[in-house]
């Protein structure tokens, strides 16, 4: 019998006495004994294996196909009556063994009966269930031959960026929908980078930064590509099956209605207004989070700028990396606890569904990450370069002023002593203006681009490696994490429960990180890369790599995505449209305000040593050129609006009106309804008489877990 979902069950004694510690211990195998029976209950076959530490439960959980036939047809049914365009339909006579049941289908079928709420036909067996308190993670499987295989396939046949629909199918069907959807938006993104990196190169080669010709034509790229990944989600769910998924969700089982209702609508159990309410009370905890993170990063930034460019005094070498040791000191801490509050946040707001649940948890989470990841080129563009002059000498003022103030007992003449002193550490205020750094933009979409890269992808691949490796040693299982060879004759076993207890300890695989990554790239292709044009070719390398890291990552560092059917990328599509209106206002005042042609007279300096620069304080700054460009930008706004109107009017009817795909979808629904109708009147076969071709319902292991807990509450 294969297996597929392992529950972890933990049991802790930590108390301040022993009756106490042996209290719980019972508690706990209790709870075991219980939960055993409510799996074999509901006809799964389950077994307890020794896990990685004492207390540490792993049940490996298999489904008969008896079992699975029953879970097929009760999805059948829901399918049909919410409408879901599937090529199923309740009570088909399906032939398995010329069209077996995929394995992401099947192991979403057993997670969602063991997860789902009883509330809903399940066993509501999941982490954060009052009755399942040591539960600490339902998983799955991978399949190593089949990772081993895709992989190589991956690598040697996937040479450039483009995924075939065929390819496209394996990867649904061994992780799911949203897996397989997440891989064609990363493979489509990349594709469409193409166009952006090649006239990139060309006005990088032949023209100089913050050409107006550039900036159009990338905001036009990034509207473009939004309104057709709308078009194209949409064609592939409707290929897959899954288009309306949302309508047949279930409920989570953190959901707590105040009322009790029969429809599955999370409105009508909770009601929505009070749902809003919360909402809206957390945008003020949100707001000061991101105001909070915003001060902290400008204070590093005018830090980071004053000592790399002003200071001159002892230890300037050690200063300039104060700044550094700050951001990566201060910054993760805060974000930390930022999620922290935020999960909690979400969770009060008492979602019904996990697509509603974990939408608004991106927004909140992306919202403060996009923070991080951009304010600095903001700072840099539209504070630092425009009063740049103005900033470091108040800071000097500031700094030589504090520095030189006479303490109460002492004479003016000696704080005169004092400055004759410091003064020396400190640029002189009159070499500030060509202290400021005409590059720092270009410099800074260098680090984003490259350098962030090449660390995130070292993060991801090569770290738990390396982790991995100090825990082995550290446990004794030598540096590839191999243990004392058994004597038990049944290897094959043994095998298998090492590899199950290796995956207990990897993390539960998240598409939130490597979309957030892409979407954060997207944000420096489109904002920024009028700065420096190669940033779109960068980011196209980068992209042929994630396509392999994300696939080794996957397989190999964290556990097994669960299958889940989704028809979008949820949030992240709003997410994409914001930056691509974003990206009119920027780079219409970046082209703006550092055009030499333009602006002549006030930033050509910059750029032009030989253009005079124009003097004047900083409200004249503010007027004679930070409004107009505020103006243009708005304008600019205006014409995004007019852009994507149009865009989406034209991506509809020449890729969706009378495409194959929209065809197929009315036929689909026709088909299955007629179907279906015909089956009542002509009375066919009861459900469930699927033909069996997978094997039958064999003892799946001996269970040791009540064994390993009995023993550990003696030895305990």
């Known amino acids: 019998m294969k297996a597929d979902v392992v529950i972890q069950f933990v049991a802790s004694t930590t108390s301040v006495s022993k009756q106490d510690a042996r209290n719980k211990a019972q ?20 077994a307890g294996k020794q896990g990685n530490s004492p207390g540490e439960i792993l ?42 049941l995929n394995p992401a289908d099947r192991i979403r079928l057993i997670h969602s009966l063991i997860t789902t709420s009883t509330t809903q036909g399940g066993l509501g067996i999941d982490v954060g269930s009052d009755k399942w308190p040591h539960v600490k993670s339902v998983f799955i499987l991978h399949d190593r031959e089949f990772n081993h ?14 995924i075939s629909a065929n390819e496209l199918d394996v990867v649904k069907e061994q992780f799911g ?87 599955e609508d999370e409105d009508d159990g909770f009601p929505w207004w009070k749902r809003e309410f919360r909402i809206l009370t957390s945008l003020p905890v949100i707001g000061t989070a991101a105001v909070i993170l915003a001060a902290l990063l400008t204070g590093i930034f005018v830090l980071e700028a004053f000592v790399t460019q002003l200071y001159t005094g002892p230890g300037h070498q050690i200063a300039s990396l104060v700044p550094t040791i700050l951001f990566a000191g201060l910054v993760p801490q805060f974000l930390a606890v930022y999620q922290k509050i935020a999960s909690r946040l979400t969770d009060w707001e008492n979602h019904a569904h996990t697509s509603t649940h974990d939408a608004s948890l ?40 504090e520095a030189t103030k006479p303490d109460d007992n002492k004479a003016d003449a000696k704080a005169h002593e004092k400055a004759a002193k410091v003064e020396p550490i400190v640029a002189d205020t009159s070499s500030i203006a060509s202290k400021i750094n005409a590059s720092r933009l270009q410099n800074q979409m260098f680090a984003y681009t490259v350098t962030n890269q090449i660390i995130n992808t070292f993060l991801e691949v090569g770290l738990p490696f390396i982790m991995r490796g100090v825990g082995n040693v550290r446990n004794g299982k030598g540096l590839k ?19 199950v207890r290796h995956q207990a300890t990897l993390p539960q695989y998240s598409l939130f990180t490597d979309y957030s990554e892409m979407v954060t790239q997207f944000g420096y292709v489109a904002l920024y890369s009028t700065i420096w044009p190669l940033a779109p070719a960068m980011a196209l390398i980068n992209d042929w790599l994630e396509l392999r890291s994300d696939a080794f990552k996957m397989t190999t560092h964290t556990r097994r995505p669960i299958p889940a059917r989704v028809d979008t990328i949820g949030p992240w ?44 304080s900083p409200l004249e700054t503010l007027e004679t050129s930070v409004v107009p460009a505020v103006l243009i930008a708005l304008s600019a706004s205006h014409g995004y609006i007019i852009l994507r109107a149009l865009t989406r009017h034209l991506m509809e009817r020449a890729l969706w009106k009378g495409s194959r795909e929209a065809r197929e979808g009315e036929k689909k629904e026709r088909v299955v309804k007629q179907t279906y109708l015909k089956g009542v009147a002509s009375k066919a076969p009861a459900a469930g008489k699927e033909k069996r071709t997978e094997a039958g319902s064999e003892p799946l292991w001996r269970d040791d877990g ?9 030895t305990d």
Not at 81 to 87: D, E, R, W
Not at 233 to 259: C, D, F, M, N, Q
Not at 706 to 714: D, N, P, Q, R, V
Request: aromatic residues 14%; charged residues 20%.
């Open 362 to 401: 991106t927004i909140k989470t992306f919202a403060l990450s996009s923070i991080v990841a951009y304010l600095g080129l903001s700072l840099s563009a539209f504070v630092y370069v425009p009063f740049g002059e103005y900033i470091m000498t108040t800071v000097h003022t500031f700094m030589l002023k």
């Open 573 to 616: 599509l709003e997410n994409l449209s914001f930056i691509a209106w974003l990206s009119a206002l920027t780079n219409s005042a970046l082209v703006y305000l550092f055009r030499p042609s333009i602006s002549d007279g006030l930033f050509a300096a910059i750029f032009h040593q030989h253009t005079p620069r124009a003097k004047g």
């Open 59 to 100: 049940i490996i959980v298999a489904c008969p196909w008896e079992k699975l036939t029953s879970l097929i047809e009760q999805e059948r049914h829901s399918d049909f009556l919410h409408g879901l365009l599937t090529n199923a339909y309740p009570g088909e006579n399906r032939d398995f063994s010329a069209s077996p």
């Open 706 to 714: 009540k064994a390993e807990l009995e023993k550990w509450i003696k």
């Open 177 to 263: 929908e949203a897996v397989a959807l997440y891989y064609s938006f990363l493979s489509s993104y990349a594709r469409a980078l193409v166009f952006p990196a090649i006239v990139g190169v060309a006005f990088w080669k032949f023209e100089n930064p913050y050409s107006p010709i550039y900036s159009i034509l990338i905001v036009i790229w990034s509207v473009i590509f939004v309104e057709w990944w709308r078009i194209r989600e949409r064609k592939l769910s409707v290929r897959w099956g899954t288009r309306g998924a949302a309508k047949v969700e279930k409920i989570r089982i953190e959901y707590h209605p105040t009322r009790q209702s029969d429809n």
């Open 27 to 46: 508690a706990a195998l209790d709870e075991y004994n219980q939960l055993l029976n409510t799996l074999r209950n509901a006809g799964l076959l389950a």
């Open 481 to 499: 994490g191999h243990k004392t060879p058994t004597t038990n004759a049944n290897v094959e076993d043994d095998a298998f429960l090492e590899d």
């Open 149 to 162: 295989t895709w992989i190589s396939n991956w690598t040697k046949r996937q040479i450039g960026f483009h």
